[in-house]
T-cell receptor, first 109, second 113 residues
């Protein structure tokens, strides 16, 4: 059974500082997704990582994938309040999507 | 506008009364999927479909049915809903191939009393 672990579960960030969220998974997978969810809203796609060594960046967020270590990271550069949300990673194996527990980010001044 | 739509958005029903939550996408995506989100349990996949007439179980299929008669629609059917199916449900779709980016619908909040 595929397990996907995210840590931390909660992250209180100071504006302007850098942080990293980790996503570990237990078996080989086809691809890895990162999503953002604001309270009461649906999921917004951030990144799709398709292969080992993949790195994608959008604004202050950068995601990377190491398939050998079964690890993906979501790096936040110079946090701003707009980034406050819950972030999920999800691993896709032959069409079955398994989500991590989610990391709730709160950015404070 | 490219989108995934779900109806209804909110539903309160009683135990045992059959219901259907519709999902439709206008992006000609082959892959569609249903998820439920529960506090403390996170997001879990119920069923998915790789194309018309092809459906497969996800992690939590018990108590649910799906059908995929047309490419754009993927309804979720609860034949005899029970209170433990009270949840927030999301439908999603993506292409098979290409970027694999998956688009989510707005969600359906279901309460079964």
């Amino acid at each position: 059974e595929l397990k996907v672990e995210q840590n931390p579960l909660f992250l209180s960030m100071q504006e302007g500082k850098n942080y990293t969220i980790y996503c570990n998974y237990s078996t080989t997978s086809d691809r890895l997704y990162w999503y953002r969810q604001d309270p009461g809203k649906s999921l917004e796609s951030l990144f799709v990582l398709l292969s080992n060594g993949a790195v994608k960046q959008e604004g202050r967020l950068m995601a990377s994938l190491d398939t050998k270590a079964r690890l993906s990271t979501l790096h936040i550069t110079a946090a701003v309040h707009d980034l406050s949300a819950t972030y999920f990673c999800a691993v896709d194996t032959v069409g079955i999507l398994t989500f991590g527990t989610g990391t709730r980010l709160q950015v404070t001044l | 506008e490219a989108q995934v739509t779900q109806n209804p958005r909110y539903l309160i029903t009683v135990t045992g009364k059959k219901l259907t939550v519709t999902c439709s996408q206008n992006m000609n995506h082959e892959y569609m999927s249903w998820y439920r989100q529960d506090p403390g349990l996170g997001l879990r996949q119920i069923y998915y479909s790789m194309n018309v007439e092809v459906t497969d179980k996800g992690d939590v299929p018990e108590g649910y049915k799906v059908s995929r008669k047309e490419k754009r629609n993927f309804p979720l059917i609860l034949e005899s809903p029970s209170p433990n199916q009270t949840s927030l449900y999301f439908c999603a779709s993506r292409r098979v191939g290409g970027t694999y980016e998956q688009y989510f619908g707005p969600g359906t909040r279901l309460t079964v009393t």
